[in-house]
């Protein structure tokens, strides 16, 4: 007799009403921030071995794409350009012109009137010869940071000019909210929002996007600006505030799923919101385990994503957004 439980958790679980009475945490498609990899030319639509599913478009192509995902109610997307070997120097010229491909595109969003907030990665691994994410130091061994935060704030000014709503500089830099700040204050856009990719490790996750982007390292790696997977959550944390303090808007972390834990911490420390971004290798491993037949891509492709919006993410960067326009 005294051995029946009396406290029962499974009275909660017994039906479908029931849970879903008490589910707490539910995706929708607002909360997701969808990438896109866009490129010179017409009609262009050219697949990324290692992100099946995921395409290199040209601008007419990637207006179309995203009029879709409009209609199925996403809100926002990120862009990268992807540019052409010719155009690349050991300074990311390319990123400057106010008539790159990032600019064409954000151009032709607002001209199309598309519903959408547009999102740039600020950074200038695509563009330079050597693909790191900035000019390097005159020994060349690494990323000379305060001369990038200047190339940076030409870059966010011609980012904003071409109608960025939303800039998200990636390239961890020290000081990089101020500088953007106060350089786009300065020439008229105070409303142009940061989003700070503040929490960024050195990661093996990146992998495929350095495909999608053209934008692996010509040399070494990126372990003397992006952070260390070792280090504690203080870290993390530390850069965050340093980052508000500067004026930024939203902060993120990234990757995602195996960093759950810095995600949380970020969560309980800020009253901003928090973005998380669930990677192009995250992507690319759900994908070729279902391509494979080894598991539910849906199911785990949800329990993914929901894990991480319960661990404090307010928006997800996915590249599934056709998928979830099916699911949710
Ligand atoms: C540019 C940038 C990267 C990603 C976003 N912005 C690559 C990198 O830092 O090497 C990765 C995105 C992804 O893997 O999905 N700095
Ligand atoms: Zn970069």
């Known amino acids: 007799m005294s051995d029946r439980p009396v406290i029962r958790p499974r009275r909660l679980r017994r039906s479908p009403l029931l849970r879903d009475?008490?589910?707490r945490t539910r995706l929708s498609l607002d909360d997701f921030i969808l990438p896109i990899f866009v490129r010179a030319g017409k009609n262009i639509h050219q697949p990324i071995a290692s992100m099946p599913g995921v395409f290199q478009m040209s601008v007419d192509v990637a207006l179309d794409w995203l009029d879709e995902r409009a209609n199925e109610g996403f809100k926002a997307y990120l862009v990268f350009g992807v540019i052409e070997r010719e155009k690349k120097d050991a300074v990311g010229s390319a990123a400057l012109d106010a008539d790159n491909i990032v600019c064409q595109m954000l151009r032709a969003a607002k001209q199309a009137k598309l519903p959408m907030l547009g999102i740039t990665d600020l950074c200038f691994c695509e563009y330079t010869d050597h693909g790191h994410c900035g000019r390097l130091t005159a020994d060349g061994k690494t990323v000379d940071n305060d001369a990038t935060l200047e190339l940076l704030t030409r870059q966010a000014i011609a980012h904003a000019r071409a109608g960025a709503d939303i800039i998200a500089p990636s390239g961890m830099m020290d000081g990089t909210i101020g500088a953007l700040r106060?350089?786009?204050?300065?020439?008229?856009?105070?409303d142009v929002a940061l989003l700070s990719y503040a929490v960024k490790y050195a990661s093996a996750f990146y992998g495929p996007f350095r495909d999608a982007a053209?934008?692996?390292?010509?040399?070494?790696?990126r372990h003397s600006y992006q952070m260390d997977p070792g280090r504690g959550a203080d870290e993390a944390l530390n850069e965050v505030q340093l980052d508000l303090d500067q004026g930024a808007d939203m902060v993120m972390v990234k990757p995602a799923m195996a960093y759950l834990d810095i995600l949380s911490a970020v969560r309980q420390q800020v009253h901003v919101p928090v973005v998380a971004y669930h990677t192009?290798?995250?992507?690319?491993?759900?994908?070729?385990?279902?391509?494979?037949?080894?598991?539910d891509r849906d199911r785990l492709l949800l329990e993914s994503l929901t894990a991480i919006k319960r661990a404090g993410a307010d928006l997800i960067i996915s590249y599934h957004g056709q998928t979830l326009a099916k699911l949710l």
Do not use: R, T, V
Not at 280 to 295: F, L, P, Q, T
């Open 21 to 23: 009475l008490l589910q």
């Open 280 to 295: 192009s290798a995250e992507y690319s491993m759900i994908e070729a385990a279902a391509a494979n037949g080894w598991i």
């Open 182 to 190: 106060q350089g786009l204050d300065d020439s008229g856009f105070e």
């Open 214 to 221: 053209d934008s692996a390292p010509g040399f070494g790696d």
